[in-house]
């Protein structure tokens, strides 16, 4: 466990002695710890070059590992006299592309002027092991827009949102209301299905309306499958497609007015989205300093924006 962190310093500078100034050791002491980390892990772990050293396969497989272990060991011990001024801590979210264009602005608007030097990550929420990433510390939280059925994770209100039914301002059946014959009949654009945190708990990959809406979701006349929600808004107002998205999305373009929104003629358009982290983090006080800050900026974020 000594090793470690000499490990972890060779492999983040790749040099002996700048990894020995990191330390605040001596360049025969590195080395002789490299000797001794050869011999553990039965690997060379670097071979020289003119630029230094150079992790083998075997070296970057075992930080992939260790890293997020020897942060969190780290974090336990600073986190003790935890400062928002001067910490430099990472902050590593998971959430979808949407709320990640809705929400981000927020979040950091909130973060940034008290904790200048936190370095924050946003994640997509279907990179792979989201469970096992909060269990780990390679993330902090996962945002999501169902519930996540498990024991090991706690989790809080974030935000109240709602779906809404997008059209082009100019489309030519579609005249200042829905049907719902009209919405099961007229091709819809959507997204490409793909699991999450939350919807990973059911069967097959779904899109987020399917997942949020379930058994009341009409079936759609799909003509059209992208990879982002970001993309909905601007192809439905140059096409005679609709949409389904969540509300915050599609409002620039409504108030600019390129689209007309209606409400979905169907039920559950309401949904939440629900801050996850894993019950292991909940009495460390950097989580305790972000979730009072999201609190007490609640109405900067929750508030719908219309």
């Not at 075992?62 to 969190?72: Q, R, T, Y």
């Not at 608007?109 to 370095?119: E, Q, S």
Request: proline residues 7%; contains cysteine; glycine residues 4%.
């Amino acid at each position: 466990m000594n090793l470690l962190p000499i490990f972890d310093a060779l492999m983040q500078e790749q040099q002996l002695s700048r990894a020995a100034e990191r330390l605040c050791m001596s360049q025969p002491a590195v080395s002789n710890a490299l000797k001794r980390l050869r011999i553990s892990f039965r690997d060379d772990l670097f071979v020289r070059t003119r630029r230094g050293l150079k992790p083998t396969q075997r070296a970057v497989e075992l930080h992939e590992a260790i890293a997020p272990v020897l942060e969190s060991l780290s974090h336990t011990f600073d986190d003790q006299t935890f400062s928002p001024e001067v910490s430099d801590r990472t902050l590593d979210i998971s959430m979808d592309i949407a709320a990640e264009y809705v929400f981000a602005p927020d979040v950091l608007g909130i973060l940034l002027p008290v904790a200048p030097n936190l370095r924050i990550r946003f994640h997509p929420d279907h990179i792979p092991d989201i469970a096992g990433r909060l269990k780990d510390g390679r993330l902090n939280y996962a945002l999501e827009y169902g519930p996540v059925l498990s024991d090991e994770f706690d989790s809080a209100h974030f935000a109240d949102e709602t779906l809404s039914v997008i059209c082009a301002k100019s489309h030519p059946s579609i005249k200042g209301s829905l049907s719902l014959e009209q919405y099961t009949s007229l091709p819809h654009v959507s997204l490409v299905p793909r699991p999450s945190f939350s919807a990973g708990q059911t069967a097959g990959e779904v899109t987020p309306v399917e997942y949020i809406v379930g058994g009341d979701l009409p079936t759609r006349n799909i003509g059209l499958r992208v990879a982002s929600s970001l993309a909905i808004p601007e192809i439905v107002a140059t096409t005679d497609l609709i949409a389904t998205l969540s509300t915050r999305l599609v409002l620039p373009l409504v108030e600019s007015g390129e689209l007309q929104r209606f409400d979905p003629p169907f039920n559950n358009i309401g949904f939440e989205f629900r801050l996850y982290w894993h019950k292991s983090r909940s009495k460390d006080p950097f989580h305790q300093w972000f979730i009072n800050e999201l609190a007490e900026h609640q109405n900067s974020i929750r508030g719908q924006r219309n």
